[in-house]
């Protein structure tokens, strides 16, 4: 059954943006009467049914809602310093969302390459990502902060902070515990400098290792979020 995203729904009827809109009519040829999955990225799941055909406002009347669809124990919050290539960030928040992730910062790092990204489309890789892996939750997606004023502003008791350093830092998965809210931070590619990592534990972070290898920057994302999910299975 075809799945859509529909961030506004009332109690009985939703209305397909004109890119679902035009996908629902003219790609697939759905027609009234034909039946749709519909998540509002809120926790939403519902089983809808096409009452108006339309290719730029398809309207559609809900059958059945299940709220709170899929929700989890625990929140993972990931603040990650954006690749230089683009491709290689996008293609975090894709395997991120897929997984589970709920909160993503991206972080502004003294070695950070790339100072800037482009939301709107960042927001589309989440959304497709969300509707592929079947989930009804949108990760939220911030505006990049510097390193600094994430770090002097964050609240969340169970903090970590990944580097390459050397020094005697636990594994991550012997760290997290399970049905806690969780914040990860991930460096750029040349990681953290040695002034951030000081400040980032002088503020209540504790420093981690995801394993011997030295991995990139999107990668070390996807498994720290993969950890995080696993502990929490």
Request: charged share 35%; hydrophobic share 45%.
């Given at each position: 059954m075809q799945l859509f995203y529909v961030p506004n729904i009332s109690?009985?009827?939703?209305?397909?943006?004109e890119t679902e809109s035009k996908h629902a009519v003219r790609v697939l040829r759905l027609i009234p009467g034909n039946a749709v999955q519909l998540i509002d990225g809120k926790g939403g799941f519902y089983e809808a049914e096409i009452t108006n055909a339309n290719p730029k406002k398809c309207r559609l009347e809900i059958k059945k809602t299940i709220m709170e669809f899929g929700k989890k124990n625990f929140r993972?919050?990931?603040a990650v310093a954006p690749t230089k290539n683009i491709d290689r960030f996008?293609?975090?928040?894709?395997?991120a969302t897929e997984i589970g992730i709920d909160e993503i910062t991206p972080l502004l790092c003294e070695h950070s390459e790339r100072k800037s990204i482009k939301p709107e489309r960042s927001?589309?890789?989440l959304v497709s990502a969300m509707k592929q892996s079947l989930k009804a939750y949108l990760p939220k997606l911030n505006e990049m902060v510097s390193f600094n004023d994430f770090i002097n502003n964050c609240t969340t008791e169970h903090r970590f902070i990944a580097h390459c350093y050397n020094g005697e830092k636990q594994h991550l998965k012997n760290v997290v515990k399970k049905n806690h809210d969780v914040i990860i931070l991930i460096g750029p590619e040349g990681d953290f400098n040695t002034n951030e990592v000081t400040l980032a534990l002088k503020n209540g972070f504790r420093e981690v290792s995801l394993g011997t290898a030295r991995l990139r920057t999107e990668t070390a994302g996807v498994v720290a979020c993969h950890i995080v999910n696993l502990t929490n299975d």
């Open positions: 109690n009985h009827e939703a209305i397909l943006d993972l919050h990931m996008e293609w975090f928040l894709e395997k927001e589309k890789i």
